[in-house]
């Protein structure tokens, strides 16, 4: 590995200054996928505080990268609101089974209470942890489904896509209460001192229409980034899968300071639409890059996204496309932690990029 000047904490702290720092951040995205690195199961992961603290330490240990985080998955919310989990020892969870399967049960579904309700207290518990043993090397964060996302794990997809045409109305009153279930987790995350951002794939418009986004995840989403800025202080980033481009401007305008954008989609492009206002990160494919490449197409791929980013004027993060699978070997994640030092040490070398 190439000697840095810079902790990642030092760096993270001059980056959102604005000010100068030795190299561009580099945060793949990781969490659940790599519990193997510490020879334990995913469902093992998924049910210990402790080990998902041990596994961020590790990685951390290991990669020196700028960014830890907790995750409550996709489904943590909704498991904590009463939906069914699966927890297989190598995968993520699944939905086995929504909480409500009829409209007509959507008035009666709880709010969570993050203190007590489904693995939300384990999650506060591991980023406790997280946070106590690494809070003076890198930020720590958390990071949480965004509420379209969740609904689909609360009522099923299906019921989801299907619902917002024929009851919108009750779609509504379904996305105020999970924004409302979002917002007590956020209050409690907040008191722990560490950023929040979210992830929110079920609002891909490979998914939705830009007009459904705006109808039902946008208002909700909205509460929610405006519950962080309230308690934290700070604006929150947001990674969503698949396509997003016809929502970009519509996300950026909730007060989101970070966008992580999918391999799909460009960086240039990206960053000609909103890097004058919000931070770009991404995006090197995780599954036909790190997880099956080779070094040298890692490189490459590091190289392409430094070299499309690098001069975005909010600033821009390396990282992957979406979350890197699982039994991705190390050496592949070390290679791309190599690659962004190489390419990305500021101040940048442009000829190199060209090469």
Known sequence: MIK???????????????EEIDRIPCVPDMGVTMAPFIGVTAREYYHSAELMADLEVALFEKLQHDSVSISTSLRGVAEAMGSKVGYPDYGISYLLEPAIN??????SLKVSN?????????????????RDALKDKVDVGAAMSGPFSVAASVVGTENLLKW?????????????????????????????????GFADPVSSTSLISPKQFREFSLPALQKNVNKI???????PAIHICGKSKEIWEDVVNTGI???????????????????????????????????????????????????????????????????????????????????????????????????
């Open 257 to 355: 300071s970070n966008f992580s954008i999918d391999n799909v989609e460009d960086i240039k492009e990206a960053k000609e639409v909103m890097g004058d206002r919000v931070v770009i990160t991404g995006n090197v494919p995780p599954v036909d890059i790190v997880y099956k490449g080779t070094k040298k197409d890692i490189f490459k791929s590091v190289k392409e996204c430094i070299r499309k980013g690098y001069d975005s004027k909010k600033g821009y993060i390396l990282s992957t496309g979406c979350q890197i699978p699982m039994h991705t070997p190390i050496e592949n994640i070390e290679a791309f932690m190599e690659a962004g030092s190489l390419y990305g040490k500021c101040p940048i070398n442009s000829k190199l990029l060209m090469e």
């Open 102 to 107: 009829s409209v007509d049960e959507i008035e």
């Open 229 to 235: 800025k309230e308690k934290t202080g700070s604006s």
């Open 164 to 196: 917002m045409i024929k009851y919108p109305k009750k779609v509504h009153i379904l996305m105020d209460i999970i924004a409302e279930s979002n917002n007590r987790y956020i209050e409690e995350v907040a008191k722990l001192g560490v950023s929040i």
């Open 114 to 130: 993050p203190l007590k309700d489904g693995k939300l207290p384990l999650l506060i518990k591991a980023i406790r942890l997280t």
């Open 4 to 18: 840095e000047e810079m902790t990642p904490k030092e760096r993270m702290i001059a980056f959102s200054k604005g």
